[in-house]
């Protein structure tokens, strides 16, 4: 018996169903692939860097009911992004980048790109699975938001209007899925660990000469009541809970793993 505190995984099979996960070659990405291929799903897996891509493939544990089908593809390209989509039945927009700059210093085409990637690929994305989700009268769109999704932090700026806009686009495809049996919502996590961050904590504890759980609890997490790092892990678990029939209610929402941040 699992003990009360221990988390087990959520029931989900999705055998016969084919997801796709952008930024899959990384963090929560590739956490979100290996879940959904777990559960039995052929998780199309696209990203730009096709080297993170084989890592992948190489990561998934023998036995593994569904599969992993690499998909390297650059998002700004967004006429192939269309393309990829069609036929997936659950649908992960993932994939993002992060420049932080004050405004009158955010070079545009660098704001150009995050918003390319993170807001109209999903949406070049949907319009690519929607019509074959419709078709079979099921889809689940989960939409990697963040907790700068809900609230902005100062030198984010294409990064919260990214995410900000997603909230939107998320909301608009709730309404429009909900009478062909399409689900979709957002995952907003606070800090994860992925080598992104894990990076930034080292960059963080050498400038400001301290030791690197303070830069955690006096930096990273200073606005999170819980003083951890999400694991990629558990957003992936959030996004399979958001796939199962139990979840089939829950649409149009934004679902929080922030440790209290947005309790503020
Ligand atoms: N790490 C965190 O603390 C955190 C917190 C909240 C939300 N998020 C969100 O989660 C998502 C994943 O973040 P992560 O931390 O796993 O980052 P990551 O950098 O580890 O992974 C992002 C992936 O996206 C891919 N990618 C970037 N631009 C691309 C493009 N043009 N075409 C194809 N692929 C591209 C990268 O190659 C990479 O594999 C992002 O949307 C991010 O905003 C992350």
Not at 94 to 121: D, K, S, W
Not at 209 to 233: F, H, N, Q, Y
């Amino acid at each position: 018996m699992t003990a009360i505190g221990t988390p087990g995984p959520v029931s989900l099979d999705l055998a016969g169903r084919t997801a796709l996960v952008t930024g899959a070659a990384g963090g929560i990405g590739r956490a979100c692939a290996l879940r959904l291929a777990a559960a039995g799903a052929v998780v199309r897996a696209v990203d730009r860097d096709a080297a993170g891509l084989d890592g992948l493939l190489d990561a998934l544990p023998a036995g593994t009911p569904g599969g992993i089908e690499p998909h390297p593809l650059d998002l700004t390209d967004l006429a192939a992004a269309e393309r990829a989509a069609a036929g997936s039945d659950v649908l992960v927009n993932n994939a993002g980048l992060q420049l932080v700059r004050p405004i009158e210093e955010f070079p545009p085409e660098a704001f150009h790109e995050v918003l390319t990637v993170m807001l109209e690929a999903p949406f070049r994305l949907l319009r690519g699975a929607l019509p074959h989700m419709y078709a079979r009268g099921w889809g689940r769109i989960v939409n990697i938001s963040s907790v700068h999704g809900l609230r902005a932090s100062p030198f984010k700026s294409a990064y919260v209007a990214a995410k900000h806009g997603l909230e939107g686009l998320s909301k608009t495809a709730a309404l429009e899925g909900a009478p062909h049996g399409v689900t979709s919502n957002c995952v907003n996590p606070g800090y994860v660990r992925t080598p992104l961050v894990e990076r930034q904590i080292a960059d963080q504890a050498a400038a400001h000469g301290i030791p690197e759980d303070r830069v955690l609890a006096d930096i990273l997490l200073a606005d999170s009541a819980l003083k951890r790092l999400l694991e990629p892990e558990e957003v992936a678990e959030a996004v399979a809970y958001l796939c199962t029939p139990q979840a089939s209610f829950v649409t149009g929402t934004s679902l929080a793993l922030d440790g209290g941040w947005t309790a503020h």
